[in-house]
């Protein structure tokens, strides 16, 4: 099957900026976790940031929920995009993007959680 139609929108250019934002989210709220965990009491003594269990999953998990939810998303507006026959591939593009670096992020990480 063949996209035959001229690519008069910027599917391309929106597809990208919504990938970037959700990047720069999951980067925010990386920080923020990572500031939170090393602020609290239980962390002041430590000589890490992450110095118990609960901090270790939240620096983990938080982050990989941004990405799963704009993975989501972006299969959400492929399917929109698919119905109104309008090309819809790079937004399928940005969606498995978003999950497989969710992924990456989740086994990098994992060496950290507790077992």
Not at 8 to 18: K, M, N, Q
Not at 78 to 85: E, G, H, L
Request: hydrophobic share 55%; proline share 3%.
């Amino acid at each position: 099957m063949t996209d035959n139609k001229p690519r008069t929108d910027d599917s391309f250019r929106h597809a990208v900026r919504y990938g970037l934002a959700v990047l720069a989210t999951a980067a925010l709220i990386c920080l923020i976790t990572t500031i939170w965990a090393a602020n609290r009491d239980a962390c002041a003594a430590a000589e890490t940031r992450l110095c118990d269990d609960a901090a270790k999953t939240a620096v983990l998990f938080a982050p990989a929920l941004i990405l799963l939810l704009g993975g989501l998303g972006a299969f959400v507006q492929t399917f929109r995009r698919f119905r109104a026959d309008l090309p819809w591939r790079t937004w399928q593009g940005a969606g498995w993007f978003l999950l497989v670096l969710m992924t990456a992020y989740l086994a990098i990480g994992a060496a950290s959680l507790p077992t």
